[in-house]
Each structure stands twice: as C-alpha cells, then as structure tokens.
C-alpha cells in the first residue's frame, strides 16, 4: 500500500536546487563563486589608492544601480545597517521633536534607543506584528524613525504616498530589507541606511549610509548632542568628512567582501539594473502568494495585502488544529517541522524571528529562483501534514 491509499502524508519527490532561504545572511547570487571576486587587493592598505579607489568604485555602483539622486552622498560605514542607523540617529537627530514608527523588533529597537539617547520630545507610534501603525499621525514638522521593510513582520510600507515631499524634518529610513527590492521614492527620504547581505546576497559586517543634501545641512549646521565615538562621526569642524563618501572608510574594511561586493553588483547590471532585481524579487512573492491563497492552513502574517514583503515573507499557521494548542506548545511544533525540513535539506533558516509569533520566514529577494520556492511549498504541507498526523495518534493514544 502506498503512502496516498494509506492516508499517510505524501513525500515530494522534488526538491529545491538551493536550500538556503536565510533572511540574512541571505543566499548567493545564482552561479556565485569564489573564483568570480578579484585577489588583487587583498593584503594591501585600504588607504593605498588603488585599494581605495576600489572602495570608491562599489560606492559608485551602488548610488547609479539603487538610483539614488545625483546629489546624495554614499558612504561605506562599518557594523552593517545596524552601524550605520544608529551613526545617524545619534548624528543627527536632537534638534527637533522625534516621530518614530514601530511595528517589529528592528524598529522596537530604534525606539529604545531613542529613548536611551533622551531624546525629546518622543513620539513612538505602535502596532502589532501584522500592522501597520496609523501613518497618519506623523507631523511633517516633526524629524521621522522608521524602517521600510519589517524584516522581522514581514509587513512593509506599501508606499511613500502618505509623507509630505516639503516637509522640515528629516525623515531616516532603515531600508536593510527593501533597498534593491522594491521602489523607493528616495524625494520623500532624507537618510537611508542598508547593508550588503540581504537583497545582493553579499557579506555582512558592512553598512551603506545615504545621505541627502537636507541631511548634510543638518549634520552641518546642529553639532551632534552627544558625545560621539569615533565610529560614529561624519563630521569634523562643522564639515562633513567628505572622505567616508568617497572611499576613505571610516576603520578597516573587509577587502575579500569588499570583493564579493563588486561581483554582486556585477550580477545585477547584468541582469539589466535595479528593476530586473524588482522583478524576481515580485515573482518570488507571486510564487508563495499563490500557494498562501490556495492553502488552508496557511496565511501572512502581514492582514493587509498591500503590507506584505516581497522579501522577508512571513507566515503564520491558521489551522485549527495548530492554533488551539496551547501558546507555549505552538513555538515548539514549529521547531520540530524546521528540523524536518533541514532534515531533508529542502529549506534552512526559515524559523520566525525569536520575538515574533510562532511561524516562518522564508526570504524571498533577487538571488532567490522562484523555481526553489516552488519546489519547496509541497514540502511545507508535508511537514505540515506529518504535524496534524502526529497530533492525531496523540489524541488516539
């Protein structure tokens, strides 16, 4: 007797090619491999000039291929996009009352620093995970904390609509899981902050800082309140350190993943710019929305559709069977179907975030095949099905 004539669940027979469907570190790009990045300058001064004009050169690639305007300033910056929003928060904000929009962990963070850095006056508006806060209520007077994509929720802002182009304060936009992803009206932004493993699949450690001429201004004319270590600062004498924009890091950088860098962004021009990276990074959304809206027992965690990330997709168990479990008993069902998974190597990393619901995270962004997203949906409802099988016997037992 087989496996469908015995009720017993069905195993796939297919797998994905690639398994790694990580949030970050995120998977390589498609045929990456470590004979693609250039040794030339490994071993050698980044202060050199032909180490640093390196540098300057993957600055350069990045401001045309994201499409940021002519006059931003770019700059490498160390501690990935976590280093470089709190360089800015704690660079530029203090002169005026302070917006801050908190919806996940990420932005939760934003907030507490804000809090610790006694900025006032404070304004922190809340939501869920799978919401939304009311955008409604931020004062364009007011300078802005946000993120545009929850990495964490999976919930991302459908759109920049909703803030005023002419507004006086600054808005700093944390962007690690949207920049390369989606549009972004960067007229509406004033500092955005990524870093180099999420959506160009390259390595961490690193953080891209964008700055707009209105955010120069600010750094230029309001002295930080506090005192800043050197990690930290972008100016000197009131001036911007025009170098940490022009490949004069501000410490050491790693020349191997500066390297890696350079071969990621060669993928993506060759894929034709920043919109072929939109497209697959929508195909890959298309592909686990179409499952989600055919499957029962799955859903977004995200309740309105136009929130729902085409990067970090996350989705919550809605099946009776799982959700009347007692809370502390759901977190450890989970565990035991990612374990399956990573068990017949068809998906790695794709547990939820540790402080959001119980469920999974399967990134989604351009160095991702849709071809292994298909591959892997049937064996999400298997392990599923194993789960409501087991949850059965225990019940006959």
């Known amino acids: ?48 000039r032909l180490p640093k004009q390196r540098l300057r050169d993957a600055i350069d690639k990045s401001h045309r291929l994201l499409g940021l305007p002519g006059d931003w300033k770019l700059g490498i910056v160390p501690g990935s996009d976590t280093g470089a929003f709190e360089m800015a928060m704690w660079s530029l904000l203090g002169s005026r009352p302070v917006d801050a929009l908190v919806w996940e962990s990420f932005s939760s963070d934003w907030s507490k620093d804000l809090q610790a850095l006694g900025i006032e006056p404070l304004n922190l508006y809340q939501s869920e995970y799978g919401e939304l806060p009311d955008l409604g209520q931020v004062n364009p007077a007011h ?85 800043l270590p050197k990690l930290f600062k972008l100016t000197r004498a009131d001036k911007l350190i025009d170098g940490i924009f022009s490949g004069a890091t501000i410490n050491t950088p790693s020349m191997l993943a500066l390297e890696d860098l350079h071969a990621a962004l060669g993928w993506a021009e060759s894929l034709g710019g920043v919109e072929a990276l939109w497209k697959r990074t929508r195909d890959n959304f298309d592909c686990i929305d179409d499952w989600v809206s055919r499957t029962g027992w799955i859903d977004w965690l995200a309740r309105d559709p136009a929130t729902r990330s085409p990067t ?54 351009a160095t991702v095949e849709s071809s292994d997203l298909r591959a892997l949906t049937p064996w999400l409802d298997y392990v599923f099905a194993e789960f409501k099988l087991s949850m059965q016997e225990n019940q006959n037992d």
């Open 143 to 227: 300078d802005l904390v946000m993120v545009y994509n929850g990495t964490t929720s999976g919930v991302c802002l459908p759109d920049l609509d909703w803030l005023d182009a002419g507004r006086d304060g600054l808005v700093l936009c944390d962007a690690t899981s949207a920049a390369y992803a989606m549009p972004m009206d960067f007229n509406k932004l004033d500092v955005v902050t990524w870093s180099w493993q999420k959506v160009l699949g390259s390595e961490g450690a690193h953080g891209m800082l964008a700055l707009s001429p209105k955010a120069v201004q600010r750094l230029e004319s309001h002295p930080p309140r506090f005192p």
């Open 1 to 48: 007797m087989n496996e469908e004539a015995s009720g017993l669940p069905v195993c796939p027979s297919d797998r994905p090619a690639d398994a790694r469907f990580s949030s970050g570190p995120c998977k390589k790009y498609p045929g990456w491999d470590i004979s693609h990045l250039n040794t030339e300058y490994l071993g050698r001064s980044h202060r050199a």
């Open 312 to 365: 970090s997709m996350c989705l919550q168990i809605v099946d009776p069977g799982f959700t009347q479990l007692p809370s502390e008993k759901q977190q450890p069902a989970i565990n035991v179907m990612l374990a399956r998974l990573e068990q017949e190597n068809v998906a790695l990393d794709i547990g939820n975030y540790r402080s959001a619901p119980p469920g999974f995270r399967i990134w989604g962004g």
